[in-house]
């Protein structure tokens, strides 16, 4: 459970990025977080991965009190944590298969099981053929899916993507975001960073979402 009670956060010599931000989001639930650009979303889904520290008020991930965890225990924290970004940060030089690799390795998994997970990994999202390619070979499409492949071969229980489909067409981008269904379709917890909220959500799929909407830092629904 993630849960935000009165949390504020400023950057120094700056406004409140966010402002007295308070919600819950429990386990399993899809979560887009909407708002025009500045609004704050980029900031709420630092807060929520342990990448920054609230200003005041308190964020709490499965109970735990992210102010007041020592810098040691933040990175623990985070293997709970899968995270895709618009631009991707893939890893240029190396191919799809070690881009893959890399929270594994961090992670101290090695070897076969390495292997058999990132194989996995890169099979759910349609790339298993493409292992040993580049990913400046890939389509925009295909290099997000790669950076689903990486943000999930850890098996995180909560998968945060800032507009991750912000620079691809509506094709590309409706299967980018079918991806991120299914994996909350078993138990993942995923939020979504979006300007709006997206027309094709799939109709058995339109009880279960929930919207946080930011406006100049501010929860407004």
């Known amino acids: 459970m993630i849960k935000f009670d009165r949390v504020s956060k400023r950057y120094p010599g700056s406004f409140d990025a966010i402002k007295n931000t308070s919600f819950e989001i429990e386990q399993g639930d899809l979560v887009f977080v909407t708002g025009a650009s500045g609004a704050g979303k980029s900031t709420l889904l630092k807060l929520i ?14 109970n735990q009190n992210v102010s007041q965890l020592k810098a040691a225990a933040i990175p623990y924290l985070r293997r709970n ?22 929270p ?16 996995a990994a890169l099979d759910k999202v349609g790339l298993l053929s493409k292992e040993k390619s580049m990913p400046i070979t890939l389509s925009g499409g295909e290099q997000q899916r790669l950076a689903i492949a990486r943000a999930v071969v850890s098996r995180p229980s909560i998968l945060i993507a800032d507009e991750p489909t912000g620079n691809l067409d509506e094709e590309y981008a409706t299967d980018i975001l079918g991806f991120l269904y299914a994996f909350q379709q078993v138990g993942v917890t995923v939020i979504i960073a979006s300007h709006e909220l997206p027309h094709n959500i799939p109709d058995n799929m339109q009880n279960v979402v929930k919207v946080l909407h930011l406006q100049h830092g501010e929860l407004t629904a």
């Open 49 to 62: 991965a342990g990448l920054e520290r609230p200003t005041s008020g308190t964020v709490l991930i499965n």
């Open 104 to 119: 594994l390795h961090i992670n101290g998994v090695l070897g076969e099981e390495a292997a058999k997970r990132i194989r």
């Open 81 to 102: 944590f899968g995270l895709i970004f618009q631009d991707h940060k893939l890893l240029y030089d190396r191919n799809c298969f070690d881009n893959v690799a890399l």
